[in-house]
């Protein structure tokens, strides 16, 4: 049997009992789920997509893939995204977590990931038998050390810092991965909600990759800009070849979106306007947080974009300031979760109602 670590959210169950003891109860800033309504024109795409009695196809809906392909052009600066290069995806997490068993990977091959990082690209890598290695910089590795580097996971905006990367660094990366044979996946869940950056690149970028496409994916989830997470509508694109070894696979195992999500995600993708109100619901939110945090004697480091404020009082540990903010009953990420040198980090949310959000700037000073 695979032996994994114990889910790290569990060990927060006794903060998150300290903090619903508050006499106006607990405020939820850990996990960053979405709280706002799922927009109508998504609940209705839903609804007429409903009577779905046939199966669906791993590849999905022709009419989804374009709408991803057109996306990729009008949002993101990449405008040569074929729509056979498109895979739909269950939510974002199950294929971070498989892509590396997905990829062939296993004992002796690497898999690079920041060094604060989404815990999942290491789970990713062990549920693979491949090994995990942390490093921001790749082109900073010797030859020794990229021995054996078959998958780099970028990860711009970041989660947990809200950290964007340029375009140059991203390229430096491509060409690297290239030199080397390794496949370059780039995390760009977040990339609709920018506060203090004009540019979040993505991978598929022609300043990035030169218009080639080949070794790259760009994973993307509408989890944050549509209120979909419940849905688990997301998407990969990129290398048309890895993206129809992956489409085969992924027949093989059963793991296909269900049409009307399909149908729901094609809809979110072609409507800016409810991501544009959304974006400004969390901007609103964020500018009430940081200087509340920061009068709380917190500093907010990177926080570019994304849907987290990454914070430190400067000489405690993650779990010192989570019980620190539990005491005023609001709930925090530990920024150890995302690796040792998160240690001395909490990730604050900006994704709790209006009402929990005034209710924490009340609190924190």
């Given at each position: 049997m695979?032996?994994?670590p114990e889910?790290?959210w569990?060990a927060?169950?006794?903060?998150v009992e300290?903090?619903r003891?508050?006499?106006d109860?607990?405020?939820n800033?850990s996990?960053?789920t ?8 998504l609940?209705q ?5 409903a009577?779905?009695?046939?199966y669906?196809?791993t590849h999905?809906r ?5 709408a ?6 009008r949002?993101?600066?990449a405008p ?9 995806t269950i ?8 892509l590396?068993?997905?990829?062939g ?9 920041p060094t604060?990082?989404?815990?999942t690209y290491?789970?990713?890598a062990q549920i693979?038998g ?11 590795l010797g030859?020794?050390e990229?021995?054996?580097v078959?998958?780099i996971?970028?990860n711009?905006?970041s989660?947990?810092t ?5 375009a140059?660094?991203?390229?430096e990366?491509v060409?690297?991965a ?5 496949v370059?996946?780039?995390d ?5 909600l920018?506060w203090t950056?004009e ?9 990035v990759?030169?218009?080639d ?9 509408a989890?944050?800009?549509s209120n979909l997470?419940?849905y ?12 129809a070894?992956l489409?085969?696979t992924r027949?093989?195992a ?7 999500v399909?149908?729901?995600?094609r809809v979110a993708?072609t ?7 959304q974006?400004?619901i969390y ?6 947080l ?13 926080s570019a974009?994304?849907l ?5 009082d400067g000489?405690?540990d993650s779990w010192?300031q989570?019980?620190?903010m539990?005491?005023r009953?609001?709930?925090v990420g530990?920024?150890v ?5 998160g240690?001395?980090?909490?990730r604050v949310?900006v994704?709790a ?5 005034a209710?924490a700037v009340a609190r924190?000073?």
């Open positions: 695979l032996t994994l889910y790290p569990d927060m169950a006794p903060f300290q903090a003891a508050h006499p109860g607990a405020v800033l996990i960053g979405p709280v706002d309504p799922t927009p109508p024109l609940r795409a839903l609804a007429e997509a009577d779905a009695p046939g669906p196809t999905g022709a009419e989804l893939r374009e991803v392909s057109a996306w990729f052009a949002r993101r600066n040569d995204v074929d729509p056979e290069a498109v895979l739909p939510g974002s997490k199950e294929f971070v977590a498989w590396p068993t997905l990829l990977l296993g004992s002796g091959d690497v898999v690079l990931r604060v990082a989404y815990p290491d789970i990713g693979a491949a090994t995990p290695l942390a490093v921001d910089d790749p082109t900073t030859e020794a990229l021995a054996g078959k998958l996971w970028l711009s905006p989660n947990p809200g950290a964007v990367d340029s140059e660094h991203m390229r990366v060409r690297l290239r030199r080397i044979g390794a370059v996946a780039s760009e869940c977040y990339a609709e920018p950056v540019d979040v690149p993505s991978v598929l970028d022609p300043r990759c030169g218009g496409h080949s070794g790259l994916l760009a994973v993307y989830s989890s944050k800009q997470a419940g688990r509508a997301a998407f990969a694109a990129g290398c048309p070849q890895l993206i070894g489409v085969n027949k093989h059963g793991m296909i979106m269900p049409t009307p399909q149908e729901a995600l993708l409507d800016d306007e409810h991501v544009t109100a974006r400004e901007r609103r939110r964020r500018q009430q940081l200087p509340a945090l920061e009068a709380a004697g917190f500093e907010v480091r990177d974009a994304g987290y404020l990454w914070c430190t000489v405690s010192t989570v019980e620190r539990a005491e009953g609001i709930i530990p920024g979760f995302y690796g040792e040198q240690d001395g980090f909490i949310a994704t109602t209006d009402e929990r959000v209710a924190l000073p």
